[in-house]
C-alpha cells in the first residue's frame, strides 16, 4: 500500500503544475497517508517486537525450566546410582536359604503372592531371621541362666564333697589315733598274757 502513495507522489512531481495548491493539497494528502501507513508500520513493529519479547520470555523461561529438569533427572540418575552402588547391611546379613526359609518359615510369610513378589520376600526373609534370631538368642540366654546354675550346684557339691573329705580325713586320722591307742592297749596285754 505504501508503494501506491509512493508512485502517485512520483506521478505528482512529473506532472506539469497548473494548480499549485491542488498539487500541495494532493501531496500533503499523501504524506499523510504515508505518515499513517509509517505510523502503522511502526506500531505492527512495536507489536511484532513485543511479542517476539514475550515468545522470547516463554522460551527462556520453558529453556530454563528444561534445564533445570535435566540438572535434576542426572543428579537423580547419580543418587540412582549411588543407591544401586550401596552396600546395605542387608545384603551382608547371613540369612536362611530360599528353600529353608519356604520349610521353615510360618505359612502367612510364604504365600505365593509373596514368593512371587521379590521386594516382599526379602522383608519377610528379613522379619523371618530377626525372629529366629531373637528365639536363639532367647535360647542361649536360657541355657546360659541353665549353665550358670549347673556351676554354682557343682560348685555348692564341690564344696559339701570337700568339706565330707576333710571330715573323713579328720575321722580317718582320729581313727588312726584310736587304732594306735587301742594297739598299745593290746600289745602289752598280750605281752603279760604270753608270759604268763
Not at 529353608?100 to 522383608?123: C, G, I, W, Y
Request: charge should be negative; aromatic fraction near 4%.
Amino acid at each position: 500500500m505504501s508503494e501506491q502513495y509512493i508512485q502517485s507522489l512520483r506521478q505528482l512531481v512529473d506532472q506539469p503544475a497548473n494548480d499549485p495548491d491542488a498539487l500541495r493539497i494532493r501531496a500533503n494528502a499523501l504524506f499523510a497517508c504515508l505518515k499513517s501507513v509509517n505510523r502503522a508500520a511502526n506500531l505492527a513493529t512495536r507489536a511484532s517486537k513485543d511479542e517476539t519479547a514475550i515468545a522470547r520470555q516463554e522460551m527462556d523461561h520453558a529453556s530454563l525450566g528444561l534445564q533445570n529438569l535435566l540438572y535434576e533427572k542426572r543428579h537423580l540418575e547419580r543418587e540412582i546410582e549411588k543407591c544401586r552402588q550401596f552396600a546395605s547391611v542387608y545384603q551382608e546379613v547371613p540369612l536362611y536359604s530360599l528353600e529353608e526359609f519356604v520349610q521353615l518359615a510360618p505359612e502367612e510369610a510364604r504365600t505365593p503372592e509373596v514368593l512371587s513378589d521379590e521386594h516382599q520376600l526379602m522383608l519377610n526373609r528379613l522379619s523371618f531371621e530377626l525372629a529366629e534370631r531373637q528365639r536363639l538368642d532367647q535360647r542361649k540366654r536360657e541355657l546360659l541362666q541353665a549353665k550358670e546354675d549347673l556351676l554354682k550346684e557343682s560348685k555348692s557339691k564341690l564344696n559339701t564333697m570337700e568339706n565330707v573329705k576333710a571330715q573323713i580325713e579328720t575321722l580317718v586320722k582320729t581313727a588312726l589315733d584310736v587304732q594306735k591307742k587301742v594297739d598299745e592297749l593290746v600289745q602289752p596285754t598280750q605281752s603279760s598274757n604270753s608270759t604268763t
